[in-house]
């Protein structure tokens, strides 16, 4: 953790986690219990934002089972969007700290290809694929869509278990 101070005053804003410097494809900034990270599609970024949803959330407070939790839902929803929209697609990640858990937003730029809930059992032989949005439903009830500045976002929110 660091200490913010507001140049010249001396003041004392919070506590943060150190976050990796900013990088072509990739801008990383703090938000109100968490982060917020501009990326390009890239197996550096996926990577990186995947140990920051690990990390950070627990530098504020969250408990490692549901940091490693968000990660899951962050890896699939990266996936997801890179499967939808094509490699190297810009989005926008929020990860970030609640009274009850840990918001996961991820915004693609495709606000006409929503996702879709399967209506075909996890377990069935028919279910090629789309299991991830199944998995979803169990670990962040209630996740949706909504539009976006970018084109769409993905909102998950993953319950603590404190």
Not at 11 to 30: I, K
Not at 75 to 93: F, Y
């Amino acid at each position: 953790m660091t200490t913010l101070t507001i140049s010249g005053t001396g003041t004392m804003v919070a506590d943060l986690p150190v976050l990796p410097s900013s990088v072509p494809g990739f801008y990383l900034r703090h938000r109100a219990g968490g982060f917020v990270a501009h990326i390009t599609a890239s197996e550096f970024a996926f990577s990186t934002v995947r140990g920051l949803t690990a990390s950070v959330p627990v530098a504020y407070g969250a408990d490692q089972d549901t940091a490693d939790t968000a990660r899951w839902v962050v890896s699939e929803l990266l996936g997801n969007s890179v499967r939808a929209c094509g490699d190297h697609v810009p989005l926008v990640i929020e990860v970030y700290v609640t009274g009850r858990g840990i918001q996961v937003n991820v915004h693609d730029p495709a606000a006409d290809l929503p996702p879709r809930h399967s209506t075909v059992a996890m377990d069935s032989d028919a279910a090629e694929s789309g299991r991830g949005l199944g998995l979803l439903d169990m670990l962040a009830p209630g996740w949706d869509s909504a539009p976006s500045p970018v084109g769409k976002q993905i909102r998950c929110h993953v319950v603590g278990s404190k």
